[in-house]
């Protein structure tokens, strides 16, 4: 069974930095997509980033730039670093993962069938 394990998350001000990480156990496999996505307060769930099994990233308009999506491979392990962050990237922010038989689209193109429990960012201005 599948477990996203999601960490660091907090309060920053304005223009501060956090760095989440998602910890994956459970399954290995060669392909896979990651992606970071956000809830904020009465919105829709979206995408913030994505990255592959082979190490292509894929950022949306409002965290190219300003988001890292990495992973380290030996750990299990996915990262969302967040710089010059913004009251309006308050969200609760989740890790998710599919594992295709074969990683044959970009992962933007992927439905995620596996979702952490989420942590809070808070930006204040």
């Known amino acids: 069974q599948v477990q996203l394990a999601e960490s660091g998350g907090g309060s920053v001000q304005s223009g501060g930095s956090l760095r989440l990480s998602c910890a994956v156990s459970?399954?290995?496999?060669?392909?896979?997509?990651m992606g970071w996505f956000r809830q904020a307060p009465g919105k829709v769930l979206v995408p913030a980033a994505h990255?592959?099994?082979?190490?292509?990233?894929h950022y949306m308009d409002f965290s190219e730039g300003r988001f890292t999506i990495s992973q380290d491979t030996a750990k299990n392990t996915i990262y969302l670093q967040m710089d010059s962050l913004k009251p309006e990237d308050t969200a609760m922010y989740y890790c998710a993962a599919i594992f295709p038989i074969k990683l044959a689209a970009p992962c933007p193109n992927y439905q995620y069938d596996h979702w952490g429990q989420g942590t809070q960012v808070t930006v204040s201005s």
């Open positions: 990255i592959d099994s082979r190490g292509r990233t």
């Open positions: 459970g399954r290995t496999a060669t392909d896979y997509c």
